[in-house]
């Protein structure tokens, strides 16, 4: 009797079933936690919303460094091929944002035309102007390795006024949204210039919260000794360490990733085993793209929920009629006891809140008695969707991965990490010494091995 009184409660518990992990995300983000966001101007303080775009795109690569680190280099030596744009030297060359994608053929689409595309995952940079929009492009062209992911090439990071002033636009902030959408963020360093200026530590602590994706790079090792290159390895982890509050040690990778011969091989070994690892990990990608989304759902769903706690308390301590802007500014310097009192009453993490400071700055220019109340069907919705759908998800994860075969990055360089000319043997045997401006084989005149005995060819 009366069983139909129970049936808007079932419906709720029971988790929806989608085809595709892609399709999956998209009508839990657009149905459950886009009109929290909305209702509690989320757009605003943290984040653009999220486009189909941003779930259907292939996994992407950001590269962040000071200039002349080897960025551009870098690219060129994955893809093996020049891409349209590029500039390398030892001067600040790269003064663009530059997304390398795959595409039929070779050409360049400028910014303003870009953040128009629906089909690209970079609609939402209009909001950062023509200053910025001006040093954005996307060089398409078609190589193998583009297939599968995305390189974003970015302006080398200058010291001095010159990085806040002369860009026009806001840098940390521009990567920070990227941070928010890659899936692999490469920090290159140069052997001879490891120190890290307020502007490049300015950027690392801008990419807090994406620590699972940074991986480093010390570039460019094949210019110093061993003994020397034991003592940057150590000096880079130790000025790391003062700007990454992690209690972790962050992985950093050693290498020269170019495709000229190594100037000192004596740590060819070293270089070959470490930049098989990064390889590996720039593979696995493809792989873990829809992990990689899934995660960054939850961890935007979370950050949204404290949003709406956070607005909701500042709306309900404004009075309604007099003493506004005196209770406004009250609010905002007492806003770290605000986010004790929402810790303790919604058992909330303290680092699932934002910044402070930066909420404070926020706060300044926004009508505080125009924030909602707390809506908690709103908040019930996106706790559903953490606790049930998001666990459906998972499994369609592990599904899509047995059913097709291992997506790898293939072409460019990642077709030499095994068994191509420098990987393993190279600079071995018959090769020892091919680095070395005088090989041990006189000018002129060819050998091969045969039967271990040198056999003149020519």
């Known amino acids: 009797m009366f069983s139909w009184l129970g049936t808007d409660d079932r419906r709720k518990k029971e988790p929806e079933v989608f085809q595709t992990v892609s399709d999956g995300l998209k009508k839990l983000y657009k149905t459950k936690l886009l009109p929290l966001e909305e209702s509690y101007k989320f757009h605003e303080f943290h984040s653009p919303a999220l486009e189909d775009a941003d779930f259907d795109n292939k996994p992407m690569v950001l590269l962040v460094g000071q200039y002349s680190t080897g960025k551009t280099s870098f690219i060129r030596y994955l893809l093996e091929q020049d891409f349209p744009g590029m500039r390398i030297g030892p001067e600040p060359t790269t003064d663009s944002f530059i997304a390398v994608m795959h595409g039929d053929t070779e050409g360049v689409v400028p910014g303003n035309a870009l953040v128009v595309d629906p089909k690209k995952p970079f609609r939402k940079l209009n909001a950062f102007g023509n200053a910025f929009l001006n040093r954005f492009v996307c060089a398409q062209l078609p190589n193998p390795v583009l297939e599968s992911i995305s390189v974003i090439d970015t302006p080398g990071i200058l010291s001095g006024e010159k990085q806040?002033?002369?860009?026009?636009?806001d840098?940390?902030?521009?990567?920070?949204?990227?941070?928010?959408?890659?899936?692999?963020?490469?920090?290159?360093f140069d052997a001879h210039k490891l120190d890290i200026s307020d502007e490049f530590s300015e950027v690392i602590k801008a990419l807090k919260n994406h620590e699972d994706k940074i991986?480093?790079?010390l570039n460019k090792a094949d210019q110093i000794e061993t003994q020397q290159l034991m003592r940057v390895y150590g000096a880079l982890m130790w000025s790391l360490g003062k700007i990454v509050n992690t209690p972790e040690v962050i992985r950093v990778y050693i290498g020269s990733f170019w495709s000229h011969p190594l100037l000192i091989p004596d740590n060819r070994k070293l270089f070959e085993a470490e930049e098989q690892d990064l390889f590996k990990d720039i593979q696995s990608l493809p792989r873990n793209a829809a992990l990689r989304k899934l995660n960054d759902l939850i961890k935007r769903a979370r950050l949204?929920?404290?949003?709406?706690?956070?607005?909701s308390s500042l709306k309900k301590e404004m009075p309604s009629v007099f003493g506004k802007e005196n209770k406004k500014k009250e609010l905002i310097g007492s806003l770290g006891d605000i986010y004790k009192r929402i810790e303790r009453e919604h058992q909330i993490s303290?680092?699932?809140?934002?910044?402070?400071?930066?909420?404070?700055?926020q706060l300044q220019a926004q009508d505080l008695t125009k924030f909602?109340?707390?809506?908690?069907?709103?908040?019930?919705?996106?706790?559903?969707m953490l606790a049930n759908d998001i666990a459906g998800l998972m499994v369609l994860v592990r599904q899509e991965e047995t059913q097709r075969p291992n997506p790898v990055v293939k072409g460019g360089a990642f077709d030499g990490t095994l068994d191509g000319p420098f990987g393993h043997g190279y600079g071995e045997g018959a090769g020892e010494g091919i680095d070395e401006a005088e090989w041990g084989i006189s000018e002129g005149q060819g050998y091969?091995?045969?039967?271990?005995q040198l056999i003149p060819v020519g």
């Not at 949204?304 to 607005?311: D, E, G, L």
């Not at 091969?448 to 271990?452: E, I, Q």
């Open 164 to 169: 806040r002033i002369s860009r026009g636009y």
């Open 171 to 188: 840098f940390a902030a521009v990567l920070e949204w990227f941070a928010e959408r890659v899936d692999r963020i490469i920090l290159l």
């Open 215 to 217: 991986r480093v790079v």
């Open 304 to 311: 949204a929920k404290v949003h709406a706690y956070i607005i």
């Open 350 to 361: 303290p680092g699932d809140f934002p910044n402070l400071k930066k909420m404070q700055d």
């Open 372 to 384: 909602q109340p707390l809506k908690p069907k709103l908040l019930e919705s996106v706790d559903d």
């Open 448 to 452: 091969r091995y045969a039967n271990t």
